[in-house]
């Protein structure tokens, strides 16, 4: 009788090992094929996302491959792109310290509040697109600016609109 009951509990010990085996294997199986999926999908989404970020910046100094060459191949005008970009910006920002606002804002200071640019982007060899606001009113302004054999630059507003309030 004991044997017998040793028997039955070793089959049955047996049995649930087997079963355990294959419910965790068929679960590790599972769980990968589930990886493989998200790692599939992020691939997809990644190659998404990197099409979106060059098609967001196809108008760019950076991406902009004849605009680049015009200070290249421009003896007068050869400048590091690099640092050319960030320059011209803070240049242009630096004119948000006027006290009647940043004049390439394209707007006039309406009540108290000054226009002032917040965010800029080079697109090409010559212009520039930027927000404005003086807290109330928004708007954008294209800005032609040009590079002066010294470094410095010089700034036109080309055109300026500003949003409706709502």
Same mark, same amino acid.
């Given at each position: ?10 089959? +049955? $010990?047996? $049995?649930?090992?087997?079963? /355990? ?15 493989? &999926?998200?790692?599939? !999908?992020?691939? +997809? ?6 099409? =979106?970020?060059?098609? *967001?910046?196809?108008?760019?100094? @950076?991406?902009?491959?004849? *605009? ?9 005008? &050869?400048? @590091?792109?690099? /640092? ?6 803070? #240049? %242009? %920002? =630096? ?9 390439? #804002?394209?707007? !006039? !200071?309406?009540?108290?509040? &000054?226009?002032?640019?917040? =965010? ?9 697109? *930027? ?12 800005? &032609?600016?040009?590079? !002066?054999?010294?470094? /410095?630059? /010089? ?12």
């Amino acid at each position: 009788m004991k044997k017998s009951f040793l028997l039955y509990l070793f089959i +049955l $010990v047996l $049995v649930f090992n087997i079963f /355990t085996y294959a419910y965790y294997s068929k679960q590790v199986d599972f769980q990968n094929s589930q990886i493989e &999926k998200l790692k599939n !999908k992020i691939k +997809l989404k990644e190659v998404d996302f990197n099409s =979106k970020l060059q098609e *967001a910046n196809y108008f760019s100094l @950076e991406n902009n491959k004849k *605009a680049q060459n015009y200070f290249i191949s421009n003896p007068y005008q &050869k400048r @590091e792109l690099a /640092t050319l970009v960030p320059k011209i910006q803070e #240049a %242009l %920002l =630096k004119f948000n310290e006027n006290s009647n606002g940043n004049p390439y #804002a394209g707007q !006039k !200071k309406i009540g108290n509040n &000054k226009f002032i640019i917040n =965010k800029t982007k080079v697109i090409n060899h010559r212009w520039i697109i *930027a927000e404005f606001n003086d807290g109330e009113n928004w708007g954008e302004v294209l800005v &032609k600016y040009f590079v !002066k054999e010294d470094n /410095t630059f /010089t700034f036109e507003v080309n055109q300026s609109l500003m949003f409706p309030k709502k």
